[in-house]
């Protein structure tokens, strides 16, 4: 079975940064480098959006119009880690957000392909 324990949420002003980590354990029969990531998140009365994706191989990424150029997402293979900077947050930013991962190559920001989901963490921008 996955596991993700996403952390580094938190509160921060308009225009500052955060880091998020997403420790991913994989079942011994398989590896990390056999999944691709993604990052999601939800605000409240809203629904989960894609926010970015990263292939198996770490050589494809994507990322919805509304973070490019301001969050980049990135895989350690060798600590079995995923990562989202985030810089210049806005407030329409605070969601709760989540990694996922599916046992398929394809970078993806659609949520239903994705079989595995962390419990999230908590990004609050400020004014």
């Not at 990390?32 to 292939?55: D, L, N, T």
């Not at 990322?63 to 880690?81: E, H, L, Q």
């Not at 046992?103 to 400020?126: D, F, H, I, K, M």
Request: with cysteine; proline share 3%; net charge neutral.
């Amino acid at each position: 079975q996955v596991q993700l324990v996403e952390s580094g949420g938190g509160s921060v002003q308009a225009g500052g940064s955060l880091t998020l980590s997403c420790a991913v354990s994989i079942p011994a029969t398989s590896t990390y480098s056999e999944y691709s990531m993604g990052w999601f998140r939800q605000a409240p009365g809203k629904e989960r959006e894609g926010v970015s994706c990263i292939s198996w191989s770490g050589g494809t990424t994507a990322y919805a119009d509304s973070v490019k150029g301001r969050f980049t997402i990135s895989r350690d293979s060798a600590k079995n880690m995923l990562y989202l900077q985030m810089n210049s947050l806005k407030p329409e930013d605070t969601a709760m957000y989540y990694c996922a991962a599916k046992a398929a190559p394809r970078c993806e920001l659609g949520e239903y392909v994705y079989n595995y989901w962390g419990q999230g963490t908590q990004v609050t921008v400020s004014s």
